[in-house]
């Protein structure tokens, strides 16, 4: 469209232009036209030949700190701090990361310059992801989940579950009991339950549970949680802060 625009000011630049007094009362509005003929050009040189704008598309990133030496985690994306003062056993707020490039997001002790973990890879438009980091600092284990967007039934809740204690070797059943009730007669939530295993979103009453796992020796970790109607929550089996107890439950909330 550019090369037509200059080729209408060069045909009307050739037949219009002139110092002919005969046809100097034109020159005022050929003055005109030719401004304008000019202005339009570079617009388009600008627009058209130029090529489109370039848009920015993004990916959403949450980081959970399950790493229980590191009380304080810090995330950068480059140089660029994104999450900061994040202590064990939180999930930082959502923050976005580009998708028309390769990125890196490395997470640190809070003012360390050596990254405890870092990920290089380019985003898709639009992914949700729930990164877990986990272990220890210096044998860092990073969990990545593709969230998809969960709503509970009518006067129902959901909830999911990670083992994300580092400590644990064996494989766990894992059962949600109401509260009063034996957890062994109610159906077996999920078995052969390890480290880093997921557990997928189980819809369910509102009500209090006793959260229950279940080692092949039959020795058992019981936790008890309170869930309410419209709730999503994750529900994090974690190693303990105080070192006295065996085990943590964290308790997410995952809808606004």
Known sequence: ??????????????????TDYSILKHK???????????FLILGIHFGCDGGDP???????????????DVPLLSVKNGSAEVAANLNYQARSASFQVKTNSRQSIGMYRQG????????????????????????RAES???????????????????????????????????????????FESVLIWAGNV?????????????GKYNLVILNPSRNFTSKTITIAAGEVRTLILADPINPNDEFDLVNLKDNP
């Open 28 to 38: 005022s509005l050929m003055r005109t036209l030719n401004f304008f003929i000019v």
């Open 194 to 206: 390890g480290f880093k295993t997921i557990v997928p979103y189980k819809t369910v009453d509102p």
């Open 112 to 135: 360390g310059t050596t990254p405890i973990s870092e990920k290089q890879q380019t985003f898709s438009k639009d992914e949700n992801l729930f990164w877990l980091l986990l272990g």
């Open 54 to 68: 370039v848009t920015t598309d993004y990916a959403t990133i949450r980081v959970y700190n399950g790493l229980s």
């Open 1 to 18: 469209m550019g090369f037509v625009m200059r080729g209408m000011y060069i045909y009307f630049y050739r037949n219009y232009s002139t």
């Open 140 to 182: 860092a284990e990073l969990l990545s989940i593709n969230e998809t967007t969960q709503t509970p039934p009518t006067s129902k809740a959901m909830v999911r579950f990670v083992l994300g204690a580092k400590s644990t070797t064996l494989q766990y059943s894992l059962f949600l009991a109401p509260e009063g009730a034996d």
